[in-house]
Nanobody
Framework: QVQLVESGGGLVQAGGSLRLSCAAS????????MGWFRQAPGKEREFVAA????????HYADSVKGRFTISRDNAKNTVYIHMNSLKPDDTAVYYC???????????????????WGQGTQVTVSS
């Protein structure tokens, strides 16, 4: 069982930056691939970024590629997403998620992820 708690959301102006953190419980964090997803009002949840269990590989949605960076610190049981050049379209509730994985390949399909946090709101004003 893995419990995930996101933090770092807030209100930021367009062009600004935010870093979200996701702290995980348990001693096997390094066995889990981690992902970030987001859901805007009236829209379906969408994939943002993912990182392999070791951190050796990452994958991004086209909409955030070049602006967002996902990273992890397995010693701190934490995954991060650093968001630069934020746009109003990035406004959403951001969720971190986890699935058990021993490979360097990561998945963008939300159905692959077994554990989810409660989410943190990110609002980008124009």
């Amino acid at each position: 069982q893995v419990q995930l708690v996101e933090s770092g959301g807030g209100l930021v102006q367009a062009g600004g930056s935010l870093r979200l953190s996701c702290a995980a419980s348990g001693r096997t964090f390094s066995s889990y691939a981690m992902g970030w997803f987001r859901q805007a009002p009236g829209k379906e949840r969408e994939f943002v970024a993912a990182i392999s269990s070791s951190g050796s590989s990452t994958h991004y949605a086209d909409s955030v590629k070049g602006r967002f960076t996902i990273s992890r610190d397995n010693a701190k049981n934490t995954v991060y997403i650093h968001m630069n050049s934020l746009k109003p379209d990035d406004t959403a509730v951001y969720y971190c998620a986890a699935y058990l994985s021993g490979t360097r390949f990561v998945k963008a399909d939300a159905g692959t992820y077994d554990y989810w946090g409660q989410g943190t709101q990110v609002t980008v004003s124009s």
